[in-house]
């Protein structure tokens, strides 16, 4: 018999489980909605499972996208449907999907930062709008070919959310 495709094996589940490969050291302590652009964070592989030749020529490339789990969001404060942004009433209400809210269902963030350096388990980076111990799920190296084609829409509360972020 032959075995299920990948796709087929994921079909299904009810949960997937993921451990940290780093954790975000320094930067922030608190989750603060502005003024990131500046913050600087090392990342810091776990020594138990990646040697320096994780990090090998990452620092070939400015920037680095981070995805990380808001792990100090609770149960309770998990959004399921939709909000006002920022639980601004002047913004529109839209689902959790079309945000980027840290309240999300499986509390994952992603971040594009820049990469300020790579020493050993180290990387360290710039803009990068996670608070100190938090959980770093993968690193990946921003390529161009990967980044948006053509023009990039959105409404105008998102902007404003966005005029003072960095």
Same mark, same amino acid.
């Given at each position: 018999?032959?075995?299920?495709?990948?796709?087929?094996?994921?079909?299904?589940?009810?949960?997937?489980?993921?451990?940290?490969?780093?954790?975000?050291?320094?930067?922030?302590?608190?989750?603060?909605?502005?003024?990131?652009?500046?913050?600087?964070?090392?990342? &810091?592989?776990?020594?138990?499972?990646?040697? *320096?030749?994780?990090?090998? $020529? !990452? +620092? =070939?490339?400015?920037?680095?996208?981070? %995805?990380?789990?808001?792990?100090?969001?609770?149960?309770?404060?998990?959004?399921?449907?939709?909000?006002?942004?920022?639980?601004?009433?002047?913004?529109?209400?839209?689902?959790?999907?079309?945000?980027?809210?840290?309240?999300?269902?499986?509390?994952?963030?992603?971040?594009?930062? &820049?990469?300020?350096?790579?020493?050993?388990? *180290?990387?360290?980076?710039? $803009? !990068? +709008? =996670?608070?100190?111990?938090?959980?770093? %799920?993968?690193?990946?190296?921003?390529?161009?070919?990967?980044?948006?084609?053509?023009?990039?829409?959105?409404?105008?509360?998102?902007?404003?959310?966005?005029?003072?972020?960095?």
């Amino acid at each position: 018999m032959d075995a299920p495709a990948r796709g087929d094996t994921l079909r299904g589940m009810n949960s997937i489980s993921l451990t940290p490969i780093a954790h975000v050291e320094g930067g922030r302590r608190d989750a603060i909605d502005d003024d990131w652009g500046a913050s600087r964070a090392t990342i &810091r592989l776990d020594p138990a499972r990646f040697t *320096a030749e994780a990090l090998m $020529g !990452l +620092d =070939a490339f400015s920037h680095a996208e981070i %995805i990380f789990l808001f792990d100090q969001v609770t149960d309770e404060q998990i959004t399921t449907g939709a909000r006002h942004p920022r639980g601004n009433p002047d913004w529109p209400k839209v689902g959790i999907f079309a945000q980027r809210g840290k309240n999300r269902p499986n509390r994952l963030g992603v971040t594009i930062c &820049r990469v300020v350096a790579v020493d050993g388990l *180290a990387l360290e980076v710039e $803009g !990068l +709008d =996670a608070i100190d111990g938090t959980p770093v %799920i993968d690193i990946k190296p921003v390529m161009q070919g990967f980044l948006p084609r053509g023009a990039v829409r959105e409404p105008d509360w998102a902007r404003a959310i966005m005029a003072d972020y960095w």
